[in-house]
């Protein structure tokens, strides 16, 4: 059924992302580093199934010393497919991002093809790019707004509070209040 949905989705691509084209050079992180000084990075993630009525996110804005600002675990509702849940997870992170008057911030995310298209500058034609060209459109609020991709090992503190919402409703955290094994992951990326 998801191949099948999948493959469907395919057939709806415009030509030019089906299309062969030169690589774009990516350099992904293994391991989280700080940001530069006096820009907020904030990782998300989603942890999405197939038939699951609910899409479930996680974000962490840490500093240039690696100190939690804001962390997030919270159910956003229905996702088509796990592009739509991982771009619902963005438009959070980009929009908590705005509610707090910040300039600078890197956003990084381990999908690579929502990243990809966060990084074009020409309208997404993605099944979800309404929400891509949103999350396109309050980047320019911002006086430095990158977009990163990076593994799935420098992405864990934002994976671990997706998958935390499984259980529990939105929650917003601070360094003392996060639970102790997203607290320990904090840590180990600070080592």
Not at 24 to 41: A, F, R, V, Y
Not at 70 to 96: C, D, F, Q, R, V
Not at 130 to 135: A, G, S, V, Y
Request: charged content about 20%.
């Amino acid at each position: 059924m998801a191949v099948r949905r999948w493959l469907n989705e395919l057939r709806l691509m415009p030509p030019s992302l089906t299309t062969h084209r030169p690589a774009q050079t990516i350099h992904s992180q293994e391991n989280w580093m700080t940001p530069s000084h006096g820009t907020l990075k904030i990782n998300f993630d989603a942890s999405f199934v197939y038939g699951d009525s609910s899409n479930r996110i996680g974000i962490i804005a840490r500093n240039e010393q690696g100190k939690v600002i804001y962390a997030e675990s919270a159910m956003l509702g229905p996702a088509e497919n796990a592009l739509h849940a991982e771009t619902k997870a963005a438009l959070h992170a980009i929009t908590w991002a705005a509610s707090m008057n910040v300039t600078k911030i890197d956003i990084e995310g381990d999908c690579l093809y929502l990243i990809n298209d966060l990084r074009r500058n020409e309208r997404s034609f993605a099944s979800c790019g309404l929400l891509i060209d949103e999350i396109k459109n309050l980047a320019k609020t911002f006086s430095l707004c990158n977009f990163k991709f990076v593994k799935r090992e420098a992405n864990k503190v934002a994976h671990s509070l997706a998958t935390l919402s499984y259980n529990m409703p939105v929650i917003c955290f601070t360094f003392n209040s996060l639970p102790y094994n997203v607290a320990s992951l904090v840590l180990l990326d600070l080592n």
